[in-house]
C-alpha cells in the first residue's frame, strides 16, 4: 500500500468494538472516528467518518481511511465504502481498491 502523503503528527489508531468504530487518537485524546457496520459474511461497511471543526485539515480523516483500510487488510476483511469521504479517498488510493467487492465497486462507481 502507499505510505501517507503527509503524515499526521503522533496519531494512534484505538479500534472500540463495543462502539463498531476506529478512533484517531493523539495522547489519548480522540480527534475523530470512523464508524462501521459488520455484515454476516464479515464485510465491514464503513458508515461515516466524523472529525470535529477544531481537528479538520490536520490530517486525521486520511489517517482513520488508510489505518482502517489497512486493518481490514491485514484481517483479511473486504470493506463497503459507504462514507462518501473513503469513497474519495479510494478514489484517489487505488491500491486499495481489491479491497472493495466487485458489486460495491461497480454500485459506487470505484
Not at 484505538?14 to 485524546?29: I, L, M, P
Not at 464503513?46 to 477544531?54: C, W
Request: glycine share 6%; with cysteine; hydrophobic share 40%.
Amino acid at each position: 500500500m502507499s505510505p501517507p502523503s503527509t503524515p499526521p503528527h503522533a496519531l494512534d489508531l484505538h479500534h472500540d468494538t463495543a462502539a463498531r468504530r476506529y478512533e484517531a487518537q493523539r495522547d489519548g485524546r480522540t480527534l475523530g472516528h470512523l464508524a462501521y457496520e459488520t455484515a454476516a459474511d464479515g464485510t465491514m461497511a464503513l458508515t461515516h467518518t466524523i472529525v470535529p471543526p477544531e481537528h479538520a485539515g490536520q490530517g486525521v480523516a486520511s489517517f482513520l481511511a488508510r489505518a482502517v483500510l489497512d486493518d481490514a487488510s491485514a484481517r483479511g476483511l473486504q470493506v463497503v465504502p459507504e462514507c462518501s469521504f473513503v469513497a474519495a479517498w479510494l478514489q484517489r488510493h487505488p491500491d486499495y481498491l481489491p479491497l472493495v467487492p466487485p458489486a460495491a465497486r461497480e454500485r459506487l462507481g470505484l
